[in-house]
């Protein structure tokens, strides 16, 4: 099955500096890939996909980019600042079956002001 | 819209009770829905997918007497912990996938229940 490996486990950029977190995933087949943002005790929030058919994609500060070839994406977060403190995910689903999200270990980002 | 509701949002329950939680499409008909375990620290871990008028599939090693099923309606799914333990003791969260209108793969996630077992 899918496996997705996230990198790094926890992040500390200054305020205003940018963050890079990278993901890789095993099965060729997936083609849809989402970025969550998770708060302590909260639901994870979508904050960016991405489907196979295109190499980058972005939405103000938040920008990810995906390799099929090298199969691995990467979340982008530009002119950081607290409130982007959270735990970050990644995730990969294909189009068949039942569209299951498997998930990265996550990272943990905290922002210095 | 795409609302997803969770409840109760936190439980505490003692050993060897069974405890239901509800998962509620409140805006979409999920053909789909997920639910998934979160230990502190860790990732969300897929134990079931289930679709609306049939069984269950679960990931392996989800033992599914323990953790019952039901997705009678498009817009209600519950997941039952049976005889809960300590360590059954965690952050429970579903997950939602409309039909043929939703955007292709997206889930939509409850807030969360937070099962606490003594």
């Known amino acids: 099955g899918e496996n997705v490996e996230q990198h790094p486990s926890t992040l500390s950029v200054q305020e205003g500096d940018s963050a890079v977190i990278k993901c890789t995933y095993s099965d060729s087949a997936s083609n849809y890939f989402p970025w969550y943002k998770q708060e302590l005790g909260k639901r994870p929030q979508l904050i960016i996909d991405i489907r196979s058919n295109v190499g980058e994609k972005k939405d103000q500060r938040i920008a990810v980019t995906l390799n099929k070839t090298a199969k691995h994406f990467s979340l982008h977060i530009t002119e950081t600042q607290p409130e982007d403190s959270a735990v970050y995910f990644c995730?990969?689903?294909?189009?068949?079956?039942?569209?299951?999200?498997?998930f990265g270990q996550g990272t943990r980002l905290t922002i210095n002001p | 819209g795409a609302v997803v509701s969770q409840h109760p949002s936190w439980v505490i329950c003692k050993s060897g009770t069974s405890v239901k939680i509800e998962c509620r499409s409140l805006?979409?008909?999920?053909?789909?829905m997920f639910w998934y375990r979160q230990f502190p620290k860790q990732s969300l871990m897929l134990m079931a997918t289930?679709?609306?008028?049939?069984?269950?599939?679960?990931e392996q090693g989800v033992e599914k007497d323990k953790f019952l099923i039901n997705h009678a309606s498009l817009t209600l799914s519950t997941l039952t912990v049976t005889s809960a333990h300590p360590e059954d003791s965690s952050f429970y969260i579903c997950?939602?996938?409309?039909?043929?209108?939703?955007?292709?793969?997206?889930?939509?996630f409850g807030p969360g229940t937070r099962l606490t077992v003594l």
């Open positions: 289930s679709n609306e008028g049939s069984k269950a599939t679960y």
């Open positions: 995730a990969a689903s294909m189009s068949r079956g039942a569209q299951k999200l498997v």
């Open positions: 805006d979409f008909q999920a053909t789909t």
């Open positions: 997950s939602a996938r409309g039909g043929s209108s939703s955007s292709y793969n997206e889930q939509f």
